[in-house]
């Protein structure tokens, strides 16, 4: 299963804990509709059906179950560049 660096865990809270997101927001990532194999990052407001859910020290991921076997051995780290941008890193566990 996916891991979370304690950046990643931080930055994601911080994305998600908006005063005006649902209890159950979280961030979801899944495989680009264009076939490719590439992912797609989103805040939602919860997750959808076949969805795995991952929680973390506060952080929620939903992870959809095409993008679930590409993540299953990889590391999730997080950081902010200098412009405010979040930028996210797979590496292999």
Request: proline content about 4%; cysteine-free; overall charge negative.
């Amino acid at each position: 299963m996916l891991v979370l660096t304690d950046n990643a865990t931080a930055i994601i809270h911080a994305i998600v804990d908006r005063r005006d997101a649902p209890d159950a927001a979280g961030l979801r990532i899944a495989r680009r509709p264009d076939g490719a194999d590439t992912l797609a990052v989103a805040t939602v407001d919860g997750p959808e059906l076949g969805d795995q859910v991952l929680e973390d020290r506060g952080a929620v991921v939903f992870i959809d179950p095409e993008a679930a076997t590409m993540l299953d051995d990889k590391i999730l780290d997080a950081s902010v560049d200098t412009r405010g941008q979040v930028e996210f890193l797979l590496t292999a566990q």
